[in-house]
């Protein structure tokens, strides 16, 4: 039976909820309930609300740290009503991906990558000199299995697998095992990053997720705010890569991963030069699943509207016309505490301008009704650290 966690998780990647730190809004979480348990799907659902009613309060908001509460039970609503049956089918996520994978390798090759055998490989800790980092899977290649001694494959560390988010990765990871059968004594990360980000997370997973999901994984995944400077770099590079992608389409990036990582550094080069137009890659294959997930990840994507909690509470009801004091009444929030934080929220914010006591000019109504159509949180809070 799955546990709480993965019932947790599985909800989340379906919904798009208003933090903007994944692992923080966890943590909270792991402060009212109990994660670590199996249950089925309605158990799990059921714990969600009973989480989301412990952290409601009666009493009016002075402080980011009942704010952070209000806002979680928000969300946590949100997520209990998300259907989560189908995250209950598999017994574990180690099963899932053994079910999922190879419709995901079918896909990539069937666009063309050179995709050998890439074996699964479920493990507590990663082989030496690998056990030192942090990541959540890795894809040693020949270079390895020569050095260290480490088998080929797909590798991902048991504690962190996730429902929806494994699948993602692994089809990201399948692209890094084609650059590295060229040359795999060349390091990999740059360009090849980004690029294993379309043609894996973007394209690959599309085999077994649909597109919603897909694109608040890479919310989650690549637009967090407070978290590791890693996730940036791979947004940063995924950037240069759909300059690659609009030019040349999944064809141009499916030939550049099969000459190699030495070929895919050369050609970061010319994205940084503005040079790779020139690029010898054949053109064509813009799918437009892809094509969307891509442009929104790059470019569609706002990420700059992360508050406070109690900002953030503040913002979402700061309506044109409302006096700070109404703004405040409406968010749950004292006046003396919320009028000040209310202003200086005006003046940075770039949300809405208050006049005196009143908001004078606000886009808030907007970027609301925007989050309800396209199904995307823009105004976002930043749970505590602990």
């Given at each position: 039976?799955?546990?709480?966690?993965?019932?947790?998780?599985?909800?989340?990647?379906?919904?798009?909820?208003?933090?903007?730190?994944?692992?923080?809004?966890?943590?909270?979480?792991?402060?009212?309930?109990?994660?670590?348990?199996?249950?089925?799907?309605?158990?799990?659902?059921?714990?969600?609300?009973?989480?989301?009613?412990?952290?409601?309060?009666?009493?009016?908001?002075?402080?980011?740290?009942?704010?952070?509460?209000?806002?979680?039970?928000?969300?946590?609503?949100?997520?209990?009503?998300?259907?989560?049956?189908?995250?209950?089918?598999?017994?574990?996520?180690?099963?899932?991906?053994?079910?999922?994978?190879p419709l995901i390798q079918r896909r990539l090759t069937a666009?063309?990558?050179?995709?050998?055998?890439?074996?699964?490989?479920?493990?507590?800790?990663?082989?030496?000199?690998?056990?030192?980092?942090?990541?959540?899977?890795?894809s040693p290649d020949r270079e390895d299995e020569e050095n260290?001694?480490?088998?080929?494959?797909?590798?991902?560390?048991?504690?962190?697998?996730?429902?929806?988010?494994?699948?993602?990765?692994?089809?990201?990871?399948?692209?890094?095992?084609?650059?590295?059968?060229?040359?795999?004594?060349?390091?990999?990360?740059?360009?090849?990053?980004?690029?294993?980000?379309?043609?894996?997370?973007?394209?690959?997973?599309?085999?077994?997720?649909?597109?919603?999901?897909?694109?608040?994984?890479?919310?989650?995944?690549?637009?967090?705010?407070?978290?590791?400077?890693?996730?940036?770099?791979?947004?940063?590079?995924?950037?240069?890569?759909?300059?690659?992608?609009?030019?040349?389409?999944?064809?141009?990036?499916?030939?550049?991963?099969?000459r190699g990582r030495a070929a895919v550094h050369d050609a970061?080069?010319?994205?940084?030069?503005?040079?790779?137009?020139?690029?010898?890659?054949?053109?064509?294959?813009?799918?437009?699943?892809?094509?969307?997930?891509?442009?929104?990840?790059?470019?569609?994507?706002?990420?700059?509207?992360?508050?406070?909690?109690?900002?953030?509470?503040?913002?979402?009801?700061?309506?044109?016309?409302?006096?700070?004091?109404?703004?405040?009444?409406?968010?749950?929030?004292?006046?003396?505490?919320?009028?000040?934080?209310?202003?200086?929220?005006?003046?940075?914010?770039?949300?809405?301008?208050?006049?005196?006591?009143?908001?004078?000019?606000?886009?808030?109504?907007?970027?609301?009704?925007?989050?309800?159509?396209?199904?995307?949180?823009?105004?976002?809070?930043?749970?505590?650290?602990?």
């Amino acid at each position: 039976m799955p546990a709480v966690s993965d019932f947790l998780y599985g909800a989340i990647y379906q919904r798009q909820c208003r933090f903007a730190n994944v692992e923080r809004f966890v943590d909270l979480l792991g402060r009212v309930m109990d994660l670590t348990g199996s249950a089925d799907a309605d158990t799990a659902q059921r714990r969600v609300k009973a989480a989301a009613a412990s952290l409601r309060g009666d009493a009016v908001i002075r402080s980011d740290a009942e704010a952070v509460a209000e806002l979680a039970a928000r969300d946590l609503e949100s997520l209990a009503t998300v259907d989560l049956s189908e995250i209950g089918r598999w017994e574990t996520v180690t099963r899932r991906l053994d079910d999922r994978s190879p419709l995901i390798q079918r896909r990539l090759t069937a666009a063309g990558l050179a995709v050998t055998d890439a074996p699964l490989r479920v493990v507590d800790e990663f082989p030496e000199p690998f056990n030192r980092f942090t990541w959540s899977a890795f894809s040693p290649d020949r270079e390895d299995e020569e050095n260290f001694g480490i088998p080929t494959g797909v590798y991902f560390r048991r504690d962190r697998l996730r429902p929806l988010y494994s699948e993602a990765l692994f089809a990201h990871e399948v692209v890094h095992t084609v650059t590295g059968q060229t040359d795999p004594e060349v390091f990999a990360m740059g360009l090849e990053e980004g690029i294993a980000e379309i043609l894996g997370t973007c394209y690959g997973s599309l085999a077994v997720l649909p597109e919603p999901v897909i694109r608040n994984l890479l919310v989650y995944g690549r637009h967090g705010a407070e978290r590791d400077k890693l996730w940036s770099v791979y947004l940063d590079h995924t950037r240069q890569a759909a300059l690659l992608y609009r030019e040349f389409g999944v064809d141009g990036l499916v030939e550049l991963v099969g000459r190699g990582r030495a070929a895919v550094h050369d050609a970061e080069r010319h994205v940084v030069t503005g040079t790779h137009r020139d690029l010898d890659l054949p053109r064509g294959n813009w799918d437009e699943e892809t094509t969307r997930l891509v442009e929104f990840t790059t470019l569609g994507f706002p990420p700059s509207h992360v508050f406070s909690p109690l900002e953030c509470l503040l913002a979402i009801n700061a309506e044109a016309g409302l006096t700070a004091v109404e703004v405040c009444r409406r968010a749950g929030v004292d006046p003396d505490c919320g009028r000040p934080v209310l202003e200086r929220l005006g003046a940075k914010s770039a949300l809405f301008v208050q006049d005196g006591e009143r908001i004078g000019y606000s886009n808030v109504g907007r970027y609301l009704e925007l989050e309800r159509t396209s199904g995307v949180a823009v105004i976002r809070y930043l749970p505590l650290a602990d």
